[in-house]
């Protein structure tokens, strides 16, 4: 495995100097953030992040994201340009060296809590998300101010796009994904990168809006659109976790087993009656045997990349909710001494 950290680019309060003082680190996760969603990444950003990153002393191999324009999960006809667009930052990416594109096809909203700075019994703060909350909340009146909603729509354009999805299914969805993948798969083969999708987070329904990318049936039928291991997954334990119905250690195993996890995301849940809080990342924590889970991964030869997922806000630290520098380190440590064990047991 190769440990890997999420970085927001220049204006990150976590700069690369900080992240690369974090033991075992490799890799950095990052994109380029100065383009509208669906358009074409120039070459000289992509550069940039490249030589900063390389500079630090990291290495630039993983994307996350390259989102997908919405016309694309829609199936609208303008989709093949946006399709178009989607495979020139492949082959611009895969020149750069890039080994893996995380993306995801969540429709409309990206992950969903109902409040971002829940206190913890020892007085850390954390992303939560809880059914009394959600009942609450509604995009078309509310106001639109959680994080993963993207803050280019207004209530208009917002109305316009729920209307859209009023006309699809979650078979239309299928579909959609369907044809996306055949398309930009054949292009990901050519360049040698990794498309690894990221599970729709929570896994389940919002606001009426369809999700698929859910269970683990869900992910069977997904990998069988297109059957190449371009065509995989970035693992989230965590948003998957959040649904009781699915068994993370099998999962892991089964699909770390098949070549097809790429990246994953190591976070852990607690599950509620119908939400779930955000927690340390140490089993004990949360509902997720992390233990188990990292044994599956080194017993099947994983060697792909890992990060820590969403960390929790502790030692008074204040920044983007979910990803400061203090308990996403605790958690690579953690994974770190947990795959050192793994590693020497098998000698
Ligand atoms: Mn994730």
Redesign the pocket.
Known sequence: MKMSFRWYGEDDPVTLEKIRQIPNMEAVVTAVYDVPVGEVWSETSIQHLKTLTEDAGLSFDVIESVPVHEDIKLGKPSRKRYIENYKENIRRLGKAGIKVICYNFMPVFD?TRTQLDRELPDGSTALVYYPEQIEKMDPMTGELSLPGWDASYTKETLRVVFEEYKKITEEDLWANLEYFLKEIIPVAEEANVKMAI??D?PPWNIFGLPRIITCEKNLDRMLKLVDSPYNGL?F????LGVSPENDIVHMVDKYSAMGRIHFL?L?NVKILDGGFEETAHMSRYGSLDMVEILKNLYKNGFDGYIRP??GRMIWGEAGRPGYGLYDRALGAAYINGIWETLQKERR
Do not use: I
Request: aromatic share 8%; proline share 0%.
């Open positions: 992950w990221h599970q987070d970035t989230c334990t965590g948003s995301h976070r997922d969403h």
